[in-house]
T-cell receptor, first 114, second 115 residues
Framework: RKEVEQDPGPFNVPEGATVAFNCTYS??????FFWYRQDCRKEPKLLMS???SGNEDGRFTAQLNRASQYISLLIRDSKLSDSATYLC???????????????FGKGTKLSVIP | NAGVMQNPRHLVRRRGQEARLRCSPM?????VYWYRQLPEEGLKFMVY????????ESGMPKERFSAEFPKEGPSILRIQQVVRGDSAAYFC?????????????FGSGTRLTVV
């Protein structure tokens, strides 16, 4: 089983649509979870952290199910500018000296169409 | 407050040459990470460093690759005797805490092309 697994897409949706991305992770010891966004030929940028209780930031909602080791991202009212690759990220494995590396999924590509 | 600074942005090397990639973390961040992204692939962890120490190099190829983060100056990722398969985007990231509870901030990357 891959450490962080995502549907690669692409997801092609019209403007205004709601789209959901899912992710599963294998390391049950992971404690921190994130969604990053990566535009073509650019660096990944932190979109939002994901908390156990679920959290929302404007049109974006993230959910975490620790029992199922499952993370989701919901984007409402999609904009053209949302077109990007969305990366699911978890902390772990342990690197030593009290430190953890972040493990990235391969990403789900989203294209929002006019 | 400058972000993570990487240079050069683009680097072209012939097979067999050496590539040196530099990274200066964000101010106040003492944890530096290097990741590699092959074309159409995800980000793969290479190495994690603190000042003057390599903490985790479990993702580094055993040969030709090395990294350092000296007391003064940027972190350096060095690739000796480059081959075509080394062509990739190399991203450096920094964080303020070792457990990365707040995520990383990435630099804009160095795109290495081996010809």
């Amino acid at each position: 089983r891959k450490e962080v697994e995502q549907d690669p897409g692409p997801f092609n949706v019209p403007e205004g649509a709601t789209v959901a991305f899912n992710c599963t992770y294998s390391n049950s010891a992971s404690q921190s979870f994130f969604w990053y966004r990566q535009d073509c030929r650019k660096e990944p940028k932190l979109l939002m952290s994901v908390y156990s209780s679920g959290n929302e930031d404007g049109r974006f909602t993230a959910q975490l199910n620790r029992a199922s080791q499952y993370i989701s991202l919901l984007i409402r009212d999609s904009k053209l500018s949302d077109s990007a690759t969305y990366l699911c990220v978890v902390n772990g494995p342990y690197s030593g000296a009290g430190s953890y590396q972040l493990t990235f999924g391969k990403g789900t590509k989203l294209s929002v169409i006019p | 407050n400058a972000g993570v600074m990487q240079n050069p942005r683009h680097l072209v090397r012939r097979r067999g040459q050496e590539a040196r990639l530099r990274c200066s973390p964000m101010k106040g961040h003492s944890h530096v990470y290097w990741y590699r992204q092959l074309p159409e692939e995800g980000l793969k962890f290479m190495v994690y460093l603190q000042k003057e120490n390599i903490i985790d190099e479990s993702g580094m190829p055993k040969e030709r690759f090395s990294a350092e983060f000296p007391k003064e100056g940027p972190s350096i990722l060095r690739i000796q005797q480059v081959v075509r398969g080394d062509s990739a985007a190399y991203f450096c990231a920094s964080s303020r805490d070792p457990a990365a509870n707040y995520g990383y901030t990435f630099g804009s990357g160095t795109r290495l092309t081996v010809v």
